[in-house]
């Protein structure tokens, strides 16, 4: 368990503990009440808040981006995991057991880039694809079908409407289905599916 998570978070933590414990310290000397302090001018005072907005902000980035990237790893290695790209960011989600992924709340008009993953597929197999709701698929699978890669994923790119709403493009392979959810416009409520 060298590079564990959880070993992963406490060097982390240590490293980010280290500062906060070294400003904690130099309060507590300045403020010792046997020597007499003098406040600091008002130049070091505004210098020492903005490290400390700086110091919050950078440790604010590196714990978001330690969640981001634990949370992509994880999603990545169930083999049902479909990449999104849209907007230059990847979204890596997974189905639940009906084939239905998570809603992804995307810009109007966007283009978007998915790899879907269908396991047994095999490449250069042709499967069944559809948009429900109003997205425009590009390339070959404007004729309603999508080619199996040599990875066995389906690649796809599409374009989602202007209009704010659900919009949904639908995979088949045999009794196997892949449902691809984009909303476009506000993030709508959170869906809680049995």
Same mark, same amino acid.
């Given at each position: ?53 700086? =110091?919050?902000? #950078?440790?604010?980035? @590196?714990?978001? *981006?330690?969640? $981001?990237?634990?949370?992509?790893? +994880? /999603?990545?290695? &169930? ?61 070959? =699978?404007?004729? #309603?079908?999508?080619? @199996?890669?040599? *990875?066995?994923? $389906?690649?796809?790119?599409?374009? +989602? /409407?202007?209009? &704010? ?30």
């Amino acid at each position: 368990m060298k590079n564990s998570p959880r070993s992963r978070w406490s060097r982390f933590a240590l490293v980010a503990a280290v500062p906060v414990a070294l400003v904690v310290i130099g309060l507590a000397v300045r403020n010792d009440d046997s020597v007499p302090a003098s406040p600091p001018p008002p130049q070091a005072q505004a210098a020492t808040a903005s490290t400390v907005a700086r =110091a919050e902000a #950078g440790i604010s980035a @590196v714990v978001k *981006s330690v969640a $981001v990237a634990e949370t992509a790893t +994880v /999603a990545s290695s &169930d083999p049902r995991a479909a990449r999104i790209e849209v907007a230059g960011q990847v979204r890596v989600v997974t189905p639940n057991a009906r084939g239905e992924f998570p809603r992804v709340v995307v810009p109007a008009s966007s283009v978007i880039a998915v790899s879907v993953p269908f396991a047994g597929a095999q490449p250069g197999e042709l499967l069944p694809v559809q948009s429900e709701d109003g997205a425009v698929l590009l390339g070959a =699978a404007a004729q #309603g079908v999508a080619l @199996v890669a040599a *990875s066995g994923d $389906v690649p796809l790119s599409l374009k +989602v /409407a202007a209009t &704010d709403g659900l919009q949904r493009v639908t995979l088949r392979r045999g009794g196997e289905m892949r449902v691809l959810e984009f909303w476009v416009g506000a993030e709508p409520h959170v869906l809680v599916r049995n």
